[in-house]
């Protein structure tokens, strides 16, 4: 079971992660949606597309721009769309 902590307080678990590019990209149903907050930033990658963010609110602090995920991905991304991944430096990831 891969899990995301804030301030020891898990914020999505799964054991059906797919791991690209080092990173764990959690399913939509193992967040915890309470904690997740829209953001209104978008970055693009070449060849998995447009990624929108998630702010996460955990304990009365937001942490901005804390999970990406791709909506619609590229053909070669398929397996990764709707998949939610986060920045280790502003998480804790539990593999």
Not at 63 to 77: M, V
Request: with cysteine; charged share 20%.
């Amino acid at each position: 079971m891969t899990q995301v902590l804030v301030n020891d307080v898990v914020v999505a678990s799964s054991d059906r992660c797919e791991q690209v590019e080092g990173n764990y990209y959690f399913p939509p149903d193992a967040l915890h949606q309470d904690y997740f907050t829209p953001s209104s930033t978008h970055t693009t990658c070449p060849w998995k597309g447009q990624a929108s963010y998630y702010n996460l609110v955990v304990g009365g602090q937001e942490i901005k721009d804390a999970a990406w995920y791709y909506p619609q991905t590229k053909e070669k991304a398929k397996h990764i769309e709707g998949y939610v991944a986060f920045y280790k430096n502003k998480v804790t990831i539990k593999a």
